[in-house]
Protein backbone atom coordinates (compact mmCIF):
# COMPACT_ATOMS: atom_id res chain seq x y z
CA UNK A 1 0.00 0.00 0.00
CA UNK A 2 1.48 3.65 -0.76
CA UNK A 3 1.53 6.22 1.49
CA UNK A 4 2.84 9.53 1.20
CA UNK A 5 3.35 11.12 4.62
CA UNK A 6 4.40 15.03 4.79
CA UNK A 7 6.16 16.44 7.80
CA UNK A 8 7.92 19.53 8.65
CA UNK A 9 5.53 22.17 8.76
CA UNK A 10 4.94 24.82 11.19
CA UNK A 11 4.23 28.54 12.28
CA UNK A 12 7.14 30.72 11.17
CA UNK A 13 7.84 34.72 11.28
CA UNK A 14 7.82 36.24 8.07
CA UNK A 15 11.30 35.54 6.47
CA UNK A 16 11.85 32.52 7.61
CA UNK A 17 12.66 29.35 6.66
CA UNK A 18 10.63 25.69 6.96
CA UNK A 19 11.63 22.65 4.98
CA UNK A 20 8.86 20.04 4.83
CA UNK A 21 9.71 16.43 4.22
CA UNK A 22 7.64 13.74 2.45
CA UNK A 23 8.01 9.88 3.09
CA UNK A 24 6.97 7.70 0.79
CA UNK A 25 6.22 3.79 1.51
CA UNK A 26 5.46 1.25 -0.90
CA UNK A 27 6.94 3.61 -4.27
CA UNK A 28 9.66 1.72 -5.81
CA UNK A 29 12.48 4.11 -6.06
CA UNK A 30 13.23 6.77 -8.90
CA UNK A 31 10.31 5.57 -10.80
CA UNK A 32 7.77 8.95 -9.76
CA UNK A 33 8.24 12.50 -10.00
CA UNK A 34 7.36 13.92 -6.83
CA UNK A 35 5.40 17.40 -6.43
CA UNK A 36 4.43 20.00 -3.84
CA UNK A 37 1.29 21.54 -4.00
CA UNK A 38 -0.29 24.10 -1.87
CA UNK A 39 -4.19 25.46 -0.74
CA UNK A 40 -4.59 28.26 1.44
CA UNK A 41 -7.91 28.60 2.61
CA UNK A 42 -10.96 29.49 0.30
CA UNK A 43 -8.18 28.79 -2.64
CA UNK A 44 -7.69 26.34 -5.10
CA UNK A 45 -5.23 23.60 -4.74
CA UNK A 46 -2.07 24.73 -6.75
CA UNK A 47 1.62 23.56 -7.76
CA UNK A 48 4.62 24.77 -6.26
CA UNK A 49 7.44 22.58 -7.15
CA UNK A 50 8.48 19.40 -9.12
CA UNK A 51 11.45 16.96 -9.50
CA UNK A 52 11.81 14.37 -12.03
CA UNK A 53 12.05 11.15 -11.11
CA UNK A 54 15.70 11.15 -12.08
CA UNK A 55 15.78 13.70 -10.29
CA UNK A 56 17.20 15.53 -13.34
CA UNK A 57 14.89 18.19 -13.90
CA UNK A 58 13.26 20.58 -11.57
CA UNK A 59 10.41 22.88 -11.83
CA UNK A 60 8.92 25.61 -10.43
CA UNK A 61 5.79 28.01 -9.54
CA UNK A 62 6.61 31.65 -10.37
CA UNK A 63 6.12 32.48 -6.61
CA UNK A 64 8.65 29.86 -5.71
CA UNK A 65 11.59 30.18 -7.73
CA UNK A 66 14.25 32.11 -6.09
CA UNK A 67 13.17 31.10 -2.98
CA UNK A 68 11.70 27.17 -2.85
CA UNK A 69 14.51 24.51 -3.65
CA UNK A 70 13.08 20.73 -4.26
CA UNK A 71 15.33 17.25 -3.58
CA UNK A 72 14.63 14.10 -3.26
CA UNK A 73 16.51 10.80 -1.79
CA UNK A 74 16.28 8.00 -3.35
CA UNK A 75 17.58 6.22 -0.95
CA UNK A 76 15.46 7.14 1.99
CA UNK A 77 12.54 7.30 -0.36
CA UNK A 78 12.19 11.21 0.57
CA UNK A 79 11.34 14.54 -1.54
CA UNK A 80 12.04 17.85 0.71
CA UNK A 81 10.96 21.45 -0.38
CA UNK A 82 13.77 23.62 1.55
CA UNK A 83 11.48 27.58 1.98
CA UNK A 84 13.25 30.33 2.20
CA UNK A 85 12.35 33.82 3.18
CA UNK A 86 9.10 33.23 3.76
CA UNK A 87 6.21 35.50 3.41
CA UNK A 88 2.24 35.54 5.13
CA UNK A 89 0.74 34.44 1.31
CA UNK A 90 2.65 31.17 1.85
CA UNK A 91 1.04 30.47 4.38
CA UNK A 92 -1.24 27.26 2.94
CA UNK A 93 -1.51 23.34 3.44
CA UNK A 94 1.50 21.82 1.59
CA UNK A 95 0.68 18.54 0.05
CA UNK A 96 3.30 15.70 -1.45
CA UNK A 97 2.31 14.21 -4.74
CA UNK A 98 3.50 11.37 -6.52
CA UNK A 99 3.20 10.92 -10.53
CA UNK A 100 4.16 8.18 -12.60
CA UNK A 101 1.08 8.01 -15.11
CA UNK A 102 -2.48 8.54 -14.91
CA UNK A 103 -4.35 6.79 -12.10
CA UNK A 104 -1.01 5.81 -10.89
CA UNK A 105 -0.25 8.81 -8.52
CA UNK A 106 -0.84 9.38 -5.09
CA UNK A 107 -1.27 12.32 -2.63
CA UNK A 108 -0.14 12.86 0.98
CA UNK A 109 -2.58 14.23 3.50
CA UNK A 110 -0.93 17.57 3.89
CA UNK A 111 1.58 19.39 6.47
CA UNK A 112 0.64 22.83 7.29
CA UNK A 113 2.68 25.89 7.14
CA UNK A 114 1.49 29.52 8.85
CA UNK A 115 3.38 32.35 7.99
CA UNK A 116 2.87 35.36 11.17
CA UNK A 117 4.44 37.15 13.49
Known amino acids: QVQLVESGGGLVQPGGSLTPSCAAS????????MSWYRQAPGKEREFVAT????????NFADFARGRFTITRNDAANTAHLQMNNLQPDDTAMYYCYAFRARSDDFWGKGTQVTVSG
Open 26 to 33: GLPPRRYA
Open 51 to 58: ISSTGATR
